[in-house]
Each structure stands twice: as structure tokens, then as C-alpha cells.
């Protein structure tokens, strides 16, 4: 299998899966994916969102029947293979998140503080929200393909 940009039919998928986790889907466009896809099939997703102010990663999930498996981790290190600059999230497993890099920041772009706004009014869940942030160059590069 092999990262790259999803096809139209890999996007429609996408858009299904994002429904379903109840994700990010604020000005989708298929270029700012990456999947993972066998024969057809999107097995994990992610995305970089270029904000004014920052890169976000956002938006990523691993289909029901392949969570568990390294994909999401192999997922969210590609993403940090192609970003230009350092990588801000919003999530609620920050656990997931730092064992790939990501650190919890209190200071932060506001492009994430509005995300935040916007993920606490309209997502109520019980976990905090927390602004994570890795730094460019401080991971090694991850195979680019699986
Ligand atoms: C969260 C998600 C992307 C993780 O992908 P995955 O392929 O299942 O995870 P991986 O197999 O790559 O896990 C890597 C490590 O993270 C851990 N991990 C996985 N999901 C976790 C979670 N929700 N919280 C904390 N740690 C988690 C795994 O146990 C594993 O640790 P280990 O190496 O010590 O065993 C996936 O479960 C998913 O799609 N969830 C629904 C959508 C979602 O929550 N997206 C993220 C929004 S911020």
C-alpha cells in the first residue's frame, strides 16, 4: 500500500468516514488528503490544512476493522513527512498523538484557538480539548510505503 492524494471514488469514501467519526469536515479538498487505500479501498485518511497562521492536522481516521493496526501512526508520520513547517492538532487523545512527537502547548495560533471555540460549541464531549504541536525535524522519516 502507498500514501498518496485520494482519487474522486477514494474522496466519497472519505466523506462517508468523516460522517461517521464525526470529524473535521470544514472545507474539505481531496488535495489536502492522504490515504492509504487498498485496491480501491481507504484503510486510513488524514489531512493538512494550510491555515494564515499554521499547519493543522486534522481530519484522519483508520476504517473500522484496520484501527489497531499502525495504521493510524504510520498515517499521522507520512503527514509529518510532508508538512513545510511545524504541525498543530486539536484532539481529545492526546495519549495517541504523543507517542508520535506531538506535544500539549498552552500558546498557540489562532487559527487552533478558533478551532477549539468551534470543536467546544459544537461538539460536546466529556474529554478537554487539547492544542498539540509537533516540531519540523524532530522525527525521523517514515517509510513511504507500507
Ligand atoms: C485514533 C485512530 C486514528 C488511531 O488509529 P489506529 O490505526 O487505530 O492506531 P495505531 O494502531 O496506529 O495505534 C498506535 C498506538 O496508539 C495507541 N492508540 C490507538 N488509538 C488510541 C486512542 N484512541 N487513544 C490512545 N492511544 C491510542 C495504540 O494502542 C498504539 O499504541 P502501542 O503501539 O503502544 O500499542 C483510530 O482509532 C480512529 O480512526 N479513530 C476514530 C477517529 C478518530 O478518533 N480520529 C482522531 C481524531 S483527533
Redesign the pocket.
Known sequence: MVFKQPNEYEFEQVKQLVKE?W?DDLDMQPQQFSVLSDNGKVI?FGRLREHADATEL?T???TKG??????????VQHLQSIAKRDVF?????P??FS?INFKIVNTYPDSLKKKVDRCSADFHVGETYNVMKWELGTHPQPPLYL
Open positions: 467519526f470529524l486510513a486534522c484522519m481516521g483508520v484496520f484501527q489497531k493496526m499502525g495504521y493510524g501512526e504510520k498515517m492538532l486539536v484532539t481529545i487523545i495519549d495517541f507517542q
